[in-house]
């Protein structure tokens, strides 16, 4: 089954610095890759997201990019904001079936 | 207000008592997922329905038991078989069916089990 990993699980950057968290999965017919991002004690929200016929997409200033090949997809957040801390996730889905698996997530912090 | 509806908030069990968390969308999404999170662990798949009347087993489905007889609900026990069953547990639901596998997940606020 698709298996996918993240990278840090915790980081740290100044306001204002730009913050970048790495996904990679394991199974190549995997084509679609949200980004959901979780504050406490509340259920995650869906941020952005990347189907696998495009390598990029950006809003505002969060953008997501994807190698097929590699087979990894990171998300770039730039110009932090202290409204940017909070938990953030990656995951994958493939048309095997409609499992949705989630990496294990990434604590970012926003340093004033 | 469309969304999806998970309680109790917080529950607390002693041992070899089943348990079972709700879960209620009114967003008329297909399916529906069950997902535990613990701490560095990430969210991982319980169980999982695409339609009403079925329902497949996700990563963790040990110990755990679903039914799903209406669309807008999908409940989840929590047996005494689950060794380790102290986590924060989410619903979620997506509104393309079986056909498309592809779209947005809604979650609930969560429901923290604790096992006494």
């Known amino acids: 089954g698709e298996n996918v990993e993240q990278h840090p699980s915790t980081l740290s950057v100044q306001e204002g610095d730009s913050a970048v968290i790495k996904c990679t999965y394991s199974?190549?017919?995997?084509?679609?890759f949200p980004w959901y991002k979780q504050e406490l004690g509340k259920g995650p929200q869906l941020i952005i997201d990347?189907?696998?016929?495009?390598g990029e997409k950006k809003d505002q200033r969060i953008a997501v990019t994807l190698n097929k090949t590699a087979k990894h997809f990171s998300l770039h957040i730039t110009e932090t904001q202290p409204e940017d801390s909070a938990v953030y996730f990656c995951?994958?889905?493939?048309?095997?079936?409609?499992?949705?698996?989630f990496g294990k997530g990434t604590r970012l912090h926003i340093l004033p | 207000d469309g969304g999806i509806t998970q309680s109790p908030k917080y529950l607390f069990r002693k041992e070899g008592q089943n348990v079972t968390l709700s879960c209620e969308q009114n967003?008329?999404?297909?399916?529906m997922y069950w997902y535990r999170q613990d701490p560095g662990q990430g969210l991982r798949l319980i169980y999982y329905?695409?339609?009403?009347?079925?329902?497949q087993k996700g990563d963790i489905a040990e110990g755990y038991s679903v039914s799903r007889e209406k669309k807008e609900s999908f409940p989840l026990t929590v047996t005494s078989a689950q060794k380790n069953p102290t986590a924060f547990y989410l619903c979620?639901?997506?509104?393309?069916?079986?056909?498309?596998?592809?779209?947005?997940?809604?979650f609930g606020e969560g429901s923290r089990l604790t096992v006494l």
């Open positions: 199974d190549s017919a995997s084509n679609y």
């Open positions: 329905s695409q339609i009403v009347n079925d329902f």
């Open positions: 979620a639901s997506k509104g393309q069916g079986k056909a498309a596998n592809t779209g947005e997940l809604f």
């Open positions: 967003l008329n999404h297909d399916a």
């Open positions: 995951a994958a889905t493939s048309p095997r079936d409609d499992k949705i698996i």
């Open positions: 990347i189907r696998s016929n495009v």
